[in-house]
């Protein structure tokens, strides 16, 4: 699992006065073999080798570089077994290796700077939410970190309960009983405590709750605001015979149904905006179009949307087709998916990309866009 702690790490890298190489190269293991995929890491790293060899740097900058090749293609000796993309952060001299799977594919590049280039990882991540799942009883509570297609037990938190809140009679019945309750309460107050540490830190984007149907609703009257405001669901589950296995689908379900929540309002949003006129695209050529002028700021593309087209590698024209680039007159080079060229173009740019899962009215137009400004005419 690509953890927070982990992005965090990358995020906070720098070479300290040597060169770091990063590095993005997609994987495509149904598609291609592994030969191919070592060839095109090979072809990557031969474009630093010359750096490894300048003599304007310094001798311990060339040597981490050395090493850096080294390192990177032993690394990716293997293709990854899951479609998607590898990013690799490196400098040698200073001890550092970082290693990340993508769940999407990215443009293969691969850049030599002091810090490491973030903006491809974090325009994939970004999609994606990192929830927490809290699965109660009135003695012990599980959280879970839920993220991408996998999920992980972060830590149990146990207290005291009484074995038989029920095994007194009148009066004293009562008594033990408010003291059953008192404990629950003390038990999820803590718990609550603990999340609103973990939510505090930024790590979480969604939280979720499982548990019996009796206990969950108490709970959940006990979440505050900044909490509730974070909860899209919750589920039924017994915690001591559910299976981690369990515990994913059942998560997983309720952050589907939410992400595709999202994406219907954001297509609402893109449809709504064009209606009034507001800064916005819709249909594949007028979004190729904002993309070439770097005016996305938010693009949706549906899910399942693949369309040939032509690229100017100089100015960054996209268009589904063409001979030669209207702005500077150069050659257009021909590519099989114009859709992909359009969504790492607008992570580039610092925009958001969004892929459209559920059918919606997008599916029909391919792509649509909320822009910064009005587009000029083409």
């Not at 040597?63 to 998607?84: C, F, N, V, Y």
């Not at 809290?134 to 938190?157: F, M, N, P, S």
């Not at 024209?317 to 173009?345: F, H, M, N, W, Y």
């Amino acid at each position: 699992m690509i953890t927070q702690d982990q992005v965090d790490r990358i995020l906070r890298l720098n070479g300290n006065g040597l060169p770091l190489v990063s590095l993005y190269i997609p994987a495509e293991p149904d598609r291609t073999g592994r030969r191919a995929f070592l060839t095109r890491v090979a072809s990557l790293l031969d474009r630093i080798q010359p750096l490894a060899e300048d003599r304007s740097l310094e001798h311990a900058a060339r040597l981490s570089l050395r090493e850096d090749i080294a390192k990177i293609g032993k690394s990716l000796e293997e293709e990854p077994h899951r479609p998607g993309a590898v990013a690799v952060f490196s400098c040698s001299g200073n001890g550092v290796y970082e290693q990340v799977w993508l769940p999407r594919s990215t443009r293969e590049r691969i850049v030599v700077d002091a810090d490491p280039y973030v903006r491809p990882m974090l325009g994939v991540l970004d999609e994606y939410y990192r929830t927490c799942a809290v699965i109660v009883d009135k003695g012990t509570g599980q959280v879970w970190e839920h993220y991408i297609d996998e999920a992980r037990e972060l830590e149990t938190i146990r207290d005291r309960t009484l074995r038989k809140p029920n095994y007194a009679a009148g009066f004293a019945e009562n008594r033990v009983r408010n003291k059953a309750d008192e404990l629950s309460k003390r038990h999820y107050r803590r718990l609550v405590g603990e999340l609103k540490q973990l939510f505090g830190t930024g790590r979480f984007d969604l939280l979720v709750v499982g548990g019996h149907s009796y206990e969950v609703p108490v709970f959940t009257e006990f979440l505050p605001r900044e909490l509730r405001d974070r909860l899209i669901g919750s589920f039924t589950v017994d915690r001591e015979t559910a299976t981690p296995e369990d515990i994913k689908q059942k998560v997983q379900e309720l952050v589907s149904d939410h992400a595709h929540q999202e994406q219907r309002q954001l297509v609402g949003e893109i449809l709504e905006a064009k209606a009034a006129r507001r800064p916005s695209a819709v249909g594949l050529d007028e979004t190729l179009w904002a993309a070439s002028l770097a005016a996305i700021r938010t693009l949706a593309v549906d899910e399942g949307a693949v369309a040939p087209g032509v690229v100017c590698d100089r100015d960054g024209l996209l268009a589904r087709s063409g001979k030669t680039c209207p702005l500077c007159g150069e050659p257009l080079r021909e590519v099989p998916d114009v859709i992909d060229e359009l969504t790492q173009s607008v992570i580039d740019d610092g925009g958001d990309v969004r892929h459209i899962e559920p059918e919606t009215e997008l599916r029909a137009h391919q792509a649509g866009a909320l822009l910064r400004f009005e587009l000029p005419p083409q």
